[in-house]
């Protein structure tokens, strides 16, 4: 009898020895791509627009959120009085509005001139046009912009920022504003360039 139950306890641990799991750790596959090359927080496995520019502001599919098609800048460029000369200190300002001309082909823009109320208005009407055509020769000649890529306008001082006349609103008033038109292309950066005539305080 002793002999049957050893036997049978024999039997029983080598069927369960047949059946035993092997557990070795082994290494976990990855099935989704969480890289982000682009450094814009959304992990490739899940980003649809792998070539965003640098500093884009993107949703959660890493997609630019906004698409502009206008924007306007005011352009720090100062002119003396009742003149149309661009002092060469300005040049890096227009060379700015140059190079993102430069790396979006298919954005357009328009130079205004404006003034301050001094003068009549026939005059500071020719005055901001000369202003606006001096900012668009330089484009042109100076950063090689092509010429139809440019318009200049001159608008006297019909679209003021403030009103009044001292010294310090005639400053504000004359300046140089360039809108630039079907920017479709250009994303909602996070870093603020262009504003549109904000009233300054």
């Known amino acids: 009898m002793k002999k049957v139950s050893l036997l049978a306890s024999v039997l029983l641990l080598s069927g369960c020895s047949i059946n035993i799991i092997d557990m070795t750790e082994k290494p ?3 099935i ?15 980003d649809n627009c792998l070539d965003t520019i640098s500093g884009a502001a993107v949703g959660n599919d ?7 098609e206008k924007i306007r800048v005011k352009l720090l460029v100062n002119f003396d009085n009742n003149s149309s000369i661009v002092d060469a200190k300005y040049y890096p300002e227009i060379e700015k509005l140059a190079g993102l ?3 979006y082909k298919s954005v357009n823009v328009s130079i205004e001139g404006h003034t301050s109320i001094v003068g009549t208005a026939e005059h500071n009407k020719e005055l901001s046009l000369n202003r606006a055509k001096a900012v668009k020769s330089i484009l042109v000649r ?9 318009n200049a306008k001159g608008f006297g001082f019909d679209q003021l920022l403030f009103e009044g006349n001292d010294d310090n609103v005639n400053a504000q008033n ?3 504003v360039a809108e ?3 920017g479709k292309e ?5 870093w603020n360039i262009y504003s549109v005539d904000q009233r300054e305080q």
């Open 101 to 103: 001309m430069k790396e």
């Open 142 to 150: 100076q950063y090689g912009i092509d010429d139809s890529r440019v």
């Open 186 to 190: 250009i994303v909602d950066m996070k």
């Open 174 to 176: 004359r300046r140089i």
């Open 28 to 30: 976990t596959e990855q």
């Open 62 to 68: 890493g997609c630019g959120t906004d698409i502009v």
């Open 180 to 182: 630039i038109i079907g």
């Open 32 to 46: 989704y791509d969480l890289s982000d090359p682009e450094g814009d927080g959304i992990i490739t496995a899940r």
